[in-house]
């Protein structure tokens, strides 16, 4: 089993920055798809920002020039860096891993808050 643990979370006023960590212990890290999702109160969970085991990303229009999605799979780590968080941003922020095979596994999710 897959187990995701996402970090970094937290209280940020509006214009500030967090760096999200989803760590994992699979061996499978290095060739599957890393993804970051967020989920606001009432609402889905919408793709924020994804990277291919080779490196390209995608993002959600709302956060293109504001999040940044990096890996390290030396550290089976995906990270996403957040500036300029606006109150919108606020959302429980959930990590996926996609395998080659089109299986996906979800974290629990970490919750970030930006207060106006």
């Known amino acids: 089993q897959v187990q995701l643990v996402e970090s970094g979370g937290g209280l940020v006023q509006a214009g500030g920055s967090l760096r999200l960590s989803c760590a994992t212990s699979?061996?499978?890290?290095?060739?599957?798809?890393m993804g970051w999702y967020r989920q606001a109160p009432g609402k889905q969970r919408d793709l924020v920002a994804a990277?291919?085991?080779?490196?390209?990303?995608n993002y959600a229009d709302s956060v293109k020039g504001r999040f940044t999605i990096s890996r390290d799979n030396a550290k089976n780590t995906v990270y996403l860096q957040m500036n300029s968080l606006k109150p919108e941003d606020t959302a429980v922020y959930y990590c996926?891993?996609?395998?080659?095979?089109?299986?996906?596994?979800w974290g629990k999710g970490t919750l970030v808050t930006v207060s106006s």
């Open positions: 996926r891993l996609t395998t080659r095979g089109g299986i996906y596994y």
């Open positions: 699979t061996t499978i890290f290095s060739y599957s798809v």
């Open positions: 990277i291919t085991s080779g490196g390209s990303t």
